[in-house]
């Protein structure tokens, strides 16, 4: 996650402000104190598309590595 909100100048604010957490839920996220459960893995997803598209790709692509082709995330 802090790959992606640094690379597209996302902020920890930011993100919490879309998904509805605060922002010490982010701060866990981002600094790897804990991992975000499935269902907001994929809240994430939503909300980083809703900001830059481009980024929401990468956070997949990252976070899920192998687990999805890219022409899965098209559509």
Do not use: C
């Not at 604010?13 to 866990?28: I, P």
């Not at 980024?55 to 976070?63: G, T």
């Amino acid at each position: 996650m802090k790959t992606v909100l640094e690379t597209y100048d996302i902020s920890q604010n930011k993100l919490a402000t879309l998904l509805g957490v605060r922002r010490s839920v982010v701060f866990r996220w981002f600094h790897e104190q804990r991992d975000p459960t499935a269902e907001t893995v994929s809240e994430i997803v939503k909300a980083l598309n809703s900001v830059n598209p481009e980024a929401a790709q990468e956070f997949v692509k990252l976070y899920l590595g192998e687990l999805i082709k890219p022409e899965d995330l098209e559509g």
